[in-house]
Nanobody, 126 residues
Framework: QVQLVESGGGLVQAGGSLRLSCSAS????????MGWFRQAPGKEREFVAT????????YYADSVKGRFTISRDNAKNTVYLQMNSLKPEDTAVYYC???????????????????WGQGTQVTVSS
């Protein structure tokens, strides 16, 4: 079992930056693949970014590639999402997610993730 708590959301103007954090507790954090997803009003939840257990493998949605950076600190049991050059279309509730893996893999498949945080709101004004 892993408990995830996101923080760092807020209101920012277009072109600005935010850094989201997701703090994990419970099972060994370093054995879990981590991901960020988001859900905008009236839309389905979508993949944003994922990072492998070691942090050596990363993958991003095309919509955020080059603007967002996912990273993790296994010593602090925390995964981050640095968001730069924010756009109004980035407005959504952002969720941290995790799944246990024996391998240093990554996936964008939502169904693979077993543990979810409660979400943090990000609002980008134009």
């Amino acid at each position: 079992q892993v408990q995830l708590v996101e923080s760092g959301g807020g209101l920012v103007q277009a072109g600005g930056s935010l850094r989201l954090s997701c703090s994990a507790s419970g099972d060994t954090f370093s054995r879990h693949v981590m991901g960020w997803f988001r859900q905008a009003p009236g839309k389905e939840r979508e993949f944003v970014a994922t990072i492998s257990r070691s942090g050596g493998r990363l993958y991003y949605a095309d919509s955020v590639k080059g603007r967002f950076t996912i990273s993790r600190d296994n010593a602090k049991n925390t995964v981050y999402l640095q968001m730069n050059s924010l756009k109004p279309e980035d407005t959504a509730v952002y969720y941290c997610a995790a799944y246990y893996s024996y391998y240093d893999d990554i996936t964008s498949l939502m169904s693979k993730y077993d543990y979810w945080g409660q979400g943090t709101q990000v609002t980008v004004s134009s």
